[in-house]
């Protein structure tokens, strides 16, 4: 992991844990405007859950190399996996995949660093409008997954931060109390088909590095 600069609830300078994914969403971009088996990313939501699973195939998307955990600028994106039954709906639902993958082993990285262990994840940002990915994501993490209202919070993180410098809060429990619920996403998915989908993740990544 890497740490990053942050502010605590006072407007002092801490540090943070920050986990590196070089391609996360942009690989939906790929499948849209490189691939294009896809016109739009709010198709990848009914195509995923059109289909059981992946049929087998694994997306890595290591464009330019692999973040945390493994720092390896050299590796290249694979796809693995594949078998004359694969088609495009399967490698979309893989690439969506993909980003609950490399989340859940940034998950895992903060666990070992923290000595602790994560009960729920906070979403924002424009993949959590897909319904198929949160879902994923809360099934092989086994986490719950909190996603609010406003999914923009770089936007009103700046805002807020903003607004305790000026007193315009109080204090931060006045902001803790606005955090307003849209969805909350729990794990569907027992222990073994997690075990059986995670072990095929590093045996993807383990082609991806070699």
């Known amino acids: 992991m890497l740490t990053t600069i942050a502010c605590n609830e006072y407007g002092k300078p801490t540090y943070?844990?920050?986990?590196?994914?070089?391609?996360?969403?942009?690989?939906i971009q790929w499948l849209r405007d490189e691939l294009k088996i896809i016109t739009s990313a709010y198709e990848t939501d009914d195509i995923a859950q059109s289909i059981n699973d992946t049929n087998g195939v694994f997306v890595v998307p290591a464009f330019s190399g692999l973040g945390a955990p493994h720092w390896n600028m050299e590796s290249r994106g694979i796809i693995t996996g594949i078998t004359r039954g694969a088609n495009k709906k399967h490698i979309v639902r893989a690439a969506l995949e993909s980003i609950a993958f490399q989340v859940n082993d940034l998950i895992n990285c903060l666990n070992k660093d923290m000595g602790a262990v994560l009960t729920e994840l906070k979403v924002d940002g424009g993949a959590t409008q897909n319904n198929f990915l949160m879902q994923f994501q809360s099934n092989i993490s086994n986490l719950n997954i909190i996603k609010p209202n406003?999914?923009?919070?770089?936007?009103?993180?700046?805002?807020?931060?903003?607004?305790?410098?000026?007193?315009?809060?109080?204090?931060?429990?006045?902001?803790?109390?606005?955090?307003?619920?849209?969805?909350?996403?729990?794990?569907?998915?027992?222990?073994?088909?997690?075990?059986?989908?995670?072990?095929?993740?590093?045996?993807a990544i383990e082609k991806c590095l070699a």
């Open 150 to 203: 406003n999914i923009e919070l770089t936007a009103l993180g700046a805002a807020l931060l903003s607004g305790i410098s000026s007193k315009y809060w109080k204090n931060m429990d006045s902001l803790l109390q606005n955090r307003n619920l849209n969805k909350k996403y729990s794990p569907e998915l027992n222990k073994l088909d997690r075990k059986k989908l995670l072990d095929k993740w590093a045996q």
């Open 16 to 27: 943070a844990l920050e986990g590196s994914v070089f391609i996360g969403g942009a690989v």
